[in-house]
């Protein structure tokens, strides 16, 4: 996974975004085992303590959850995932919709817009960077 982070927000939250998209994405498939908490952070580059915080949120949420000697798992959930998934998406088309807004286009404008915007090839990673906030 490509981890990036910005100053526009806490790690652990961007952390948390991030694996959400991983899992969501299916880069983290429905029950696979992640990496433990010392493995991801360093491959982060984060301090420990700051990864333990963001997983115990996603499991708090239901995404990710744990079993005493084996590890932290991705839910098997496909609701839960899909629900996250949409929440996700709700909230980029928010942020989509507020700058369009900010530039003067009103919603009739906007969605004549994307209907005349043809489907352009997007590769992985420019869809990963858009899904994590990038």
């Given at each position: 996974m490509k981890w990036e982070f910005s100053s526009d927000a806490p790690i652990y939250a961007q952390l948390i975004l991030q694996i959400k998209v991983g899992i969501v994405s299916g880069m983290f498939p429905p029950g696979e085992r992640l990496p433990s908490v010392r493995d991801l952070a360093t491959e982060a580059g984060v301090n420990p303590n700051t990864?333990?915080?963001?997983?115990?949120?996603?499991?708090?949420?239901?995404?990710?959850?744990?079993?005493?000697?084996?590890?932290?798992?991705?839910?098997?959930?496909?609701?839960?995932?899909?629900?996250?998934?949409?929440?996700?998406?709700?909230?980029?088309?928010?942020?989509?919709?507020?700058?369009?807004?900010?530039?003067?286009?009103?919603?009739?404008?906007?969605?004549?817009?994307?209907?005349?915007?043809?489907?352009?090839?997007?590769?992985?990673?420019?869809l990963i960077d858009v899904g994590s906030g990038m």
């Open positions: 990864m333990q915080r963001a997983l115990t949120e996603l499991e708090r949420d239901g995404l990710v959850y744990s079993q005493r000697t084996a590890g932290r798992f991705v839910t098997e959930d496909k609701a839960m995932i899909d629900s996250a998934k949409r929440g996700l998406a709700e909230g980029h088309i928010k942020a989509f919709l507020a700058a369009m807004t900010h530039l003067g286009y009103q919603r009739e404008e906007i969605v004549s817009l994307l209907e005349q915007e043809p489907a352009a090839e997007v590769n992985e990673e420019e």
